[in-house]
């Protein structure tokens, strides 16, 4: 499955996000940012959650911020597939999975370059996905860190759901071809080019 990210395009957001309803991605993936957890802060909740309260396809966010649970509240509303968070992000995981459970939304956990695969283990029979994170969270356009691999070859037995995000495009996604990955996260591989479906099919294929 594809999620395409809106963060870097050629477009402005409102056209971007038409062109990703239209296209054959399977999601649209949304990066919120706060500029305290991540350096980088993009959107005002209130905006983007009015910006994105028609859309059609349905959405897979992932909260780069401290305290999500004052985002997520605001975001269950809204037609949303899949939301995911750091566990450093909170002083309570647990409670944060709850809730976004609780409005039968499914919760993942992303993980960092940086971060050890096992700071996750604890959590993997009570969440839906694992978000390997590709690059640096916080900006758009970086390359992807072969050390991801390790991580994503350690969840290719575990019944949970495998999403990677960061520097994928046509050429980095070959090194995912012999590995178990469920969703795969891009941005502007999609969003800066000139066709959507085309470039989602040279993933895909």
Known sequence: MISVSFLKSKLSKEETLQKIEESKANFIHVDLMDGIYVPEKNFEIDDIVNTLKNTNKLLDIHLMTKDPLQYIKKLVDLNVWMITIHLDSTDNPL???????????????????????????????????VLVMSVTPGAGGQKFILKSIDKINYLQDKHILIGVDGGINDESIKYLKDYRVDVIVSGSFICMSSNYNKSIDKLKS
């Open 95 to 129: 409670e944060v999975i709850n809730f976004v459970k609780s409005h039968h939304i499914k919760v993942g956990v992303a993980i960092n370059p940086k971060d050890d695969i096992i700071s996750i283990a604890n959590y993997l029979d009570i969440i839906d996905y």
